[in-house]
């Protein structure tokens, strides 16, 4: 199973919002609705900030929100924070039932 | 409050094995599907296996670069996650991270996670 497609890195300015894809195939992203995006802070372990496409956990700022149109899924942070700049990792469930992450984008906040 | 605790990682030769134990409070822990994944230094996150409820049987599954090697098991008396490492190389050096998977949130979303544990694979 290869990893699901994320650009390196996405930069946007303080208030503005930006959008990282996550790429994959009809075997993962495509196939299922259990896309999920993490948020990771360096030296930090992961947090999980939007499931099964587009549902915020409790304590998630609603500034982040989830998509997905066929093989590509998407999160959007509107409102950039300085505590946003990080980095972001997608995740799908696979059809050899595992696990697949995307390769990470690093979020700068200018 | 659900809390995962890692420990177990350390510095082992090449061709070595290890076991990693994640202790699990807060929730019920055969009710819960639970995974491993990894970090490479500067790297990405891979996802390395998991292992069912144990109304599920407790059956486990494994990421292609690991399987054969390491063996996901629990001991459910004792709420703990394992993950035992054989024949350890190199590019086996990571953080090792006990996450829930699907039981708080949705299916197959990796909710709760522990501090991490770290594997150096080192001559």
């Known amino acids: 199973q290869s990893a699901l497609t994320q650009p390196a890195s996405v930069s946007g300015s303080l208030g503005q919002s930006i959008t990282i894809f996550c790429t994959g195939t009809?075997?993962?992203?495509?196939?299922?609705?259990?896309v999920s995006w993490y948020q990771q802070h360096p030296g930090k372990a992961p947090k999980l900030i939007i499931y099964n496409v587009s549902h915020r956990p409790s304590g998630v700022s609603y500034r982040f929100s989830g998509s997905k149109s066929g093989n590509t899924a998407s999160l959007t942070i509107s409102g950039l924070q300085a505590e946003d700049d990080s980095d972001y990792y997608c995740s799908s469930y696979a059809s050899s039932s595992s696990v697949v992450f995307g390769t990470g984008t690093e979020v700068t906040v200018l | 409050e659900v809390h995962l605790v890692e420990s177990g990682g350390g510095l082992v030769k090449p061709g070595g094995s290890l076991r990693l134990s994640c202790v699990a409070s807060?929730?019920?822990?055969?009710?819960?599907?639970m995974s491993w994944v990894r970090q490479a230094p500067g790297k990405g996150l891979e996802w390395v296996g998991r292992?069912?409820?144990?109304?599920?049987?407790?059956?486990?599954v494994y990421g292609a670069p690991v399987k054969g090697r390491l063996t996901i098991s629990t001991d459910d008396a004792r709420d703990t996650l394992y993950l035992q490492m054989n024949s350890l190389n190199i590019e086996d050096t990571a953080v090792y991270y006990c996450?829930?998977?699907?039981?708080?949130?949705?299916?197959?979303?990796?909710?709760?996670w522990g501090q991490g544990t770290t594997v150096t694979v080192s001559s």
């Open positions: 292992i069912k409820r144990k109304a599920d049987g407790r059956t486990a």
């Open positions: 996450v829930t998977e699907g039981y708080t949130y949705g299916y197959h979303s990796l909710g709760v």
């Open positions: 807060g929730f019920t822990f055969t009710d819960a599907w």
């Open positions: 009809s075997s993962d992203v495509g196939g299922y609705d259990y």
